[in-house]
């Protein structure tokens, strides 16, 4: 099983309209973090927002929210009045102790691609 | 500018001519780390560094390395490139390997082995 599974490989929406990209993860540790990555077209990574396991708020930063439910272990985005510009590829990821005990691994969802129509 | 750099963006070989991919990065971070993304794959980590002289294998590691004889420099080795290992990198550096810090990535390279 996928450790990070981002089960919507493409989402197309018009402009203006709300959408919401799903992650679900999966870990034995208690102690952990969450991530967003945004890659546009241009190719970078982008880091969007960072979430630590024992806060389960949800947080909003302009059109943009994340609400996390670790009885889920689930970390969704969502994008409000989404525009042009937000298409790119999103990529959810973990970061955990590895098994082996030798420092930490951020493991990686497949990424969904949005795309966003005028 | 705090960055981290990868040459070249581009690159077409043919299969077998070693290369390398360089990634330098400025902001002194003692973490770096080489990922592979290929489509519905996510990026998966090929190897890591911890610090100077100490680098370990991620999840990828067959055929490739690397070295980490300075801090700001993690070079990726292909000795002998296949097709199989098209696809688009990235380099990453993060101050120390902790859970919650999140890596600065390089822009990325795109290698195309035929």
């Known amino acids: 099983a996928q450790k990070v599974t981002q089960a919507q490989t493409e989402i197309s929406v018009v402009e203006k309209e709300d959408v919401t990209l799903d992650c679900v993860y999966e870990t034995r540790d208690t102690t952990y973090y969450l991530f967003w990555y945004k890659q546009p077209p241009s190719g970078e990574l982008v880091f969007l927002i960072r979430?630590?396991?024992?806060?389960?708020q949800n947080e909003i930063s302009g059109r943009y929210s994340w609400n996390f439910q670790k009885s889920t272990s689930s970390f969704n985005f969502t994008i409000t009045a989404s525009q042009v510009v937000d298409s790119a590829v999103y990529f959810c990821?973990?970061?955990?102790?590895?098994?082996?005990?030798?420092?930490?691994?951020?493991?990686f969802g497949g990424g969904t691609r949005l795309m966003v129509k005028p | 500018e705090a960055q981290v750099t990868q040459n070249p963006r581009y690159l077409i070989t043919v299969t077998g001519k070693k290369l390398t991919v360089t990634c330098s990065q400025n902001?002194?971070?003692?973490?770096m780390s080489w990922y592979r993304q290929d489509p519905g794959l996510g990026l998966r980590q090929i190897y890591y560094s911890m610090n100077v002289e100490v680098t370990d294998k991620g999840d990828v590691p067959e055929g490739y390395k690397v070295s980490r004889k300075e801090k700001r420099n993690f070079p990726l080795i292909l000795e002998s490139p296949s097709p199989n290992q098209t696809s688009l990198y990235f380099c990453?550096?993060?101050?120390?390997?902790?859970?919650?810090?999140?890596?600065?990535f390089g822009d990325g390279t795109r290698l195309s082995i035929l």
């Open positions: 902001m002194n971070h003692e973490y």
């Open positions: 990821a973990l970061s955990e102790a590895r098994e082996s005990n030798a420092g930490n691994m951020l493991t």
């Open positions: 979430r630590n396991s024992f806060d389960e």
């Open positions: 990453a550096s993060s101050l120390y390997n902790t859970l919650n810090q999140p890596q600065h």
